[in-house]
């Protein structure tokens, strides 16, 4: 399931992007957590706090592209 989305595999919403652009999405969503937090306050959160932070810096991501 996973795969898919970050190979970008069969996706009809691939339009111009290249195949494996979820590791590069990743990989700044990584990027910039870590800016604000450390690795292993990263590491402790819930489900929740995590798809709260990941939201927000893929909005940050947006903003800034």
Known sequence: MF???FLMRDSAHRGDLPR???YLI???LVRL???R???HEIAS????RGR???????L???AAA
């Open 60 to 62: 940050a991501l947006r």
């Open 33 to 35: 957590l870590r800016e």
């Open 52 to 58: 709260d932070e990941v939201r927000r810096g893929l």
């Open 3 to 5: 795969a898919a989305w």
């Open 26 to 28: 990743g990989l700044e």
């Open 45 to 48: 959160w819930d489900l929740d």
């Open 20 to 22: 494996r652009s979820g």
């Open 37 to 39: 937090h450390p690795l």
